[in-house]
């Protein structure tokens, strides 16, 4: 078999074999697959990236950099079979694998639609309403956010090369922000070929993605405060990184996401029978085996009212009992080896550790049978689950992770008790709950939710569809306070804004409309001769506006409006009842009847650029219009963002005032546009 050599990708070429050599070996087997060749040099790539990377995504808007994204995905899935075959030499079966190829690959799909969907085709972010800071209105202030100008050291855990790696590569690329990506050794062999996917895509700037084989050296000597890191792995090694002098000194973002004792508890309510007590049985099974318990979230304390104990002893042995462990490519196997003899060693010693409180009860910690031919020499090893009478007396079960197929059943006595063991935990990624009891789900959320980075109801309402407790999707946060590392990565755009710089800027509404690109209250408007509804959306720019003439509300109207829609609330039409309220002090106008109306003063009707109304934002109805009350409606362009080289979204600001300029409503009407 011929070796895989791996070198750095460093500025935009991979460096050429030199130095000493490193192997790396099969999972399976124990032989070698491949190896580390010379070592990067990380000031070069640290310069090249801000010097070249940074520069070209920042040239790049929001939109293209999603198109980017969706591009690299695209191409994972394309040669998804060739990272299959390998992704076996790490031990996982196709399950696994799916979880870290196809999985990744989601990601970038995810994070490309939310670029598009959820962010302006543009290059700076503007971060919620303006603040007016005079009384005038003169004087505002307006919060953005825009691209650090350094570059993301991504340093990935062993698990899920694949995975690992691009789920930090969506928010820093949909940022703006160039990479350096350091795997772990173990399986730097299948993320080395995932990265070579990447950039044989063909869709990335140089610049913005490099590769370090080996060690990352003196990489922290060159970074500043415009640069960021993000560590996945050991407790014990983001412990070392985070106190590096220089990321202290130069206040260099740090994120870890670590190694956590995660929980999983069966509800008081959850007796043996329900749905929920099998649906607990099958999760904690499934988060033993799956990746041979090589993952984050996986389950290491499962707890269960006391009285349910033994019921879940047995269920669960009997479920592991089913599982056939062995090489991943033989048929019916279930569970993979570990990710190598090293990790193999580490689990073996923590079970032990474990042990000497906790029985074990399911498993055989020095052998067992594996399917396949030539595992005698692979990282294999039985699941194994342990028994923790008395949980309040062992320290070892909340404080010792075995890596690995291993987990520990242990009893609580009532809700507050398992909120308690939960949380001894001292933070973790995820914790599951399985119970049908509102007020249940309830307590543990606030007993427990401090203590986790996500938590999952799981009952027979939702199972079919769950994606299960140990699962981070890209919508939501992935992280953990305390021993889970206080990280938050992930968690749609809050994961971009990491890698952005939030800035509050001042000034004049009309400066500001400028620079951000968007309409801000208070900013000139541009009194257009033609109407709006008769420009195309490269015609339209911010400011742009109209006002329509008057209308005057009748008594009629209201009462014609109510008959024809139902709407007949007192307020319309029982003079009695709405002049002794103190919000209307008589009959006032349907809202709807106020927008409808609105519409009507400014609507074009003939066919044109604007193809379709798809939504209103922020309406509020701030003054009550009365009968004999006149109305008009100011139409102004707020800002727009182009979704398909055909149409593009308008975002216009409609105030509905009385000719004096009293404000009775006001919001965000959305249109899609032809270019």
């Known amino acids: ?39 990067a040099d990380v ?98 202030g307006q919060h953005v ?55 044989e895509a063909g869709v990335l700037p140089g610049g913005a993605l ?84 090589q993952k984050c979230t996986a389950i290491r304390r499962a707890m269960v009212p006391a009285s349910h104990l033994d019921a879940a002893q047995e269920a669960l042995s009997a ?22 003899l090293g ?17 074990i009860v399911f498993g055989d910690l020095d052998g067992g049978a594996f399917t396949g031919d030539d595992v005698s020499g692979g990282a294999f090893m039985s699941p194994i689950l342990m028994r923790c009478e008395r949980p309040w007396e062992a320290d070892a079960v909340h404080d010792v992770e075995a890596f690995g197929p291993v987990s520990t059943l242990m009893p609580y006595t009532d809700a507050a008790d398992a909120i308690a063991l939960a949380n001894r935990g001292k933070g973790s990624l995820a914790i599951s709950v399985f119970t049908h009891d509102a007020a249940a789900a309830t307590g543990f959320v606030m007993g427990s939710a401090s203590h986790h980075g996500r938590m ?37 755009i809050r994961g971009v804004k990491h890698y952005m710089q939030r800035t509050a800027l001042q000034g004049s509404p009309g400066m500001l409309s400028k620079v951000v690109g968007q309409y801000l209250p208070g900013a000139p408007k541009d009194e257009g001769e033609r109407h709006p509804f008769r420009l195309k959306f490269g015609e339209l720019e911010p400011g742009y506006s109209i006002t329509t003439k008057d209308r005057t509300i009748t008594l009629e109207d209201i009462e014609h409006f109510a008959d024809f829609t139902g709407d007949t609330f007192y307020a319309h039409m029982d003079e009695d009842a709405a002049a002794k309220s103190p919000i209307f002090g008589g009959r006032v106008a349907h809202g709807y009847l106020i927008l409808s109306f609105a519409a009507g003063l400014f609507v074009d009707p003939a066919p044109g650029p604007v193809l379709a109304n798809y939504g209103l934002d922020g309406l509020r109805f701030v003054k009550p219009l009365k009968p004999g009350e006149t109305m008009k409606a100011t139409l102004t362009v707020k800002s727009k963002s182009q979704r398909t080289p055909e149409m593009g979204e308008v975002k216009w600001c409609v105030d509905v005032t009385s000719p004096e300029g009293e404000l009775y409503a006001s919001y965000d009407l959305l249109t899609m546009n032809e270019v």
């Open 1 to 39: 078999m011929t070796l895989q050599t791996l070198t750095s990708f460093s500025g935009g070429q991979w460096l050429p074999p030199a130095g000493e050599r490193r192997a790396l070996h099969s999972a399976i087997t124990g032989a070698p697959i491949a190896e580390v060749v010379g070592e």
């Open 43 to 140: 000031s070069a790539m640290v310069a090249y990236a801000k010097d070249v990377g940074g520069p070209a995504l920042r040239a790049l808007s929001f939109h293209e950099r999603a198109s980017m994204l969706k591009a690299l995905a695209k191409a994972v899935m394309e040669k998804k079979d060739a990272l299959y075959a390998l992704s076996y030499q790490t031990g996982a079966t196709k399950a696994d694998s799916w979880i870290d190829i196809e999985g990744g690959a989601g990601t970038l799909f995810a994070y490309a639609s939310k670029g598009k969907r959820e962010l302006p085709n543009a290059h700076v972010l503007v971060d919620g309403a303006p603040e007016i800071l005079s009384r005038e209105g003169t004087f505002i």
């Open 145 to 199: 956010y825009t691209p650090l100008k350094g570059v993301a050291v991504h340093i990935n855990a062993y698990n899920f090369p694949i995975w690992g790696m691009l789920e930090k590569l969506g928010p820093t690329l949909l940022a703006g922000v160039p990479a350096i990506v350091k795997p772990a050794s173990s399986t730097a062999y299948l993320a080395e070929a995932a990265f070579k996917v990447l950039i």
């Open 210 to 293: 490099q590769f370090i084989a080996g060690g990352v050296g003196d990489l922290f000597d060159h970074l500043d405060g415009q640069d960021s890191i993000a560590f996945t792995g050991s407790a014990c090694t983001a412990s070392k990184l985070q106190s590096d002098p220089r990321v202290a000194r130069e206040a260099i973002k740090f994120t870890a996401e670590r190694d956590s004792l995660n929980a999983s508890i069966l509800g008081p309510d959850a007796a043996p029978g329900t749905p929920e007590f099998d649906l607990f049985i099958k999760e904690v099974a499934k988060e033993m085996t799956v990746k041979a318990g």
């Open 319 to 340: 479920r592991l009992a089913k599982t056939t462990v062995g090489d991943p490519r033989v048929d019916g196997v279930r569970m993979g080896a570990l990710a190598s």
């Open 343 to 359: 990790q193999l060693d580490d689990v073996r010693s923590k079970v032990a550790a474990l042990s000497a409180q906790n029985p």
């Open 456 to 492: 999952v109801f799981i009952n027979r309402d939702c199972a079919k569809e769950s994606t299960g407790h140990g699962s981070p999707l890209p919508q939501l946060v992935h992280g953990g306070p305390g021993r889970a590392g206080g990280g938050e990565e992930m968690g749609g």
